[in-house]
């Protein structure tokens, strides 16, 4: 049986499809090479500005006054919603306005940022966001 050129047309368009939607994946799940996973761990403490709660990385950005008493946006990369969900974190966890200290791996570049690996509220517990 010969296959029509319609036919061949339906399968090549649903395999670049499939090969598209792959590929925005793994462009979306980036490699941690902005992080310094040599360098020591920082702690920042600062007021919570956001927080996002989206696959595939949650992310906090907070206000932190710096060593000369500038504010500066510090923009940190959490763990995964599924694994934190598993640990007991949900999008309610931390919120805008909340006063937080987050112990993180620094970025390569000394920027105000980085990999978040705890967090600990006014409360003095320790959150582990280092579980993705």
């Known amino acids: 049986m010969k296959k029509s050129g319609n036919h061949r047309s339906l399968v090549s368009t649903c395999i670049f499809a499939v090969l598209v939607s792959l590929a925005g994946n ?3 799940h980036h490699s941690a090479i902005a992080f ?3 360098a020591p761990l920082v702690t920042v403490t600062g007021k919570v500005t956001q927080f996002i709660w989206r696959s595939p990385h949650t992310s906090i950005n907070m206000e ?3 060593a000369d008493g500038v504010i500066e946006i510090w923009k940190l990369e959490g ?3 599924v ?3 598993r640990s007991g974190i949900t999008r309610e966890s931390i919120k805008p306005g909340q006063i ?3 112990t993180a791996m620094p970025l390569r570049d000394k920027g105000p940022g980085g990999l978040t ?3 600990t509220p006014e409360d003095g517990r ?7």
């Open 79 to 81: 763990g995964g919603t």
């Open 26 to 28: 793994a462009i979306a």
């Open 117 to 119: 690996q705890a967090i």
């Open 36 to 38: 310094d996973r040599n």
């Open 64 to 66: 932190v006054e710096n």
């Open 83 to 85: 694994s934190l969900v």
């Open 126 to 132: 320790v959150i582990d966001f280092s579980n993705d």
């Open 100 to 102: 937080i200290s987050v």
